[in-house]
């Protein structure tokens, strides 16, 4: 069901100096910060030659991305994000075998413009878990 891993995300305080340490010392090719307010995070991708890291930073206090920084103050992986052809599809054979979807269980558009669920980190071994489809 799931496809290829899409990307990683990685919470932050200060997305420039994040995007600065990618950029700058690992070379990497660093997109523009994006205001994402329906999910309250600037978003930063950087682009790897078989996937993409995200970073996270929060937008505005009641951000999800503040709340994680509160228990993680040095920040860290937030979560993983696979790809699938049919987000609904995918959703229900998910709910079907005992995973929960956060939230109303309706896709949202997501930072690629695309379809988006989260699942549950207590079924996945405490990771956060975000379904895309493509």
Known sequence: MIGRLNHVAIAVKDIAASSSTYRDVLGAQVSAPTQQPAHGVTVVFIQLPNTKIELLEPLGENSPIAKFLEKNPDGGMHHV??????????????????????????????????????????DFNGTLVEIEQV
């Open 81 to 122: 994000c696979y790809e699938v052809e049919d987000i609904l599809a995918a959703r229900d054979k998910l709910k079907a075998a005992g995973a929960r979807v956060i939230g109303d269980g309706n896709p949202k558009i997501g930072a690629h413009g695309k379809p988006v669920l989260f699942l549950h980190p207590k």
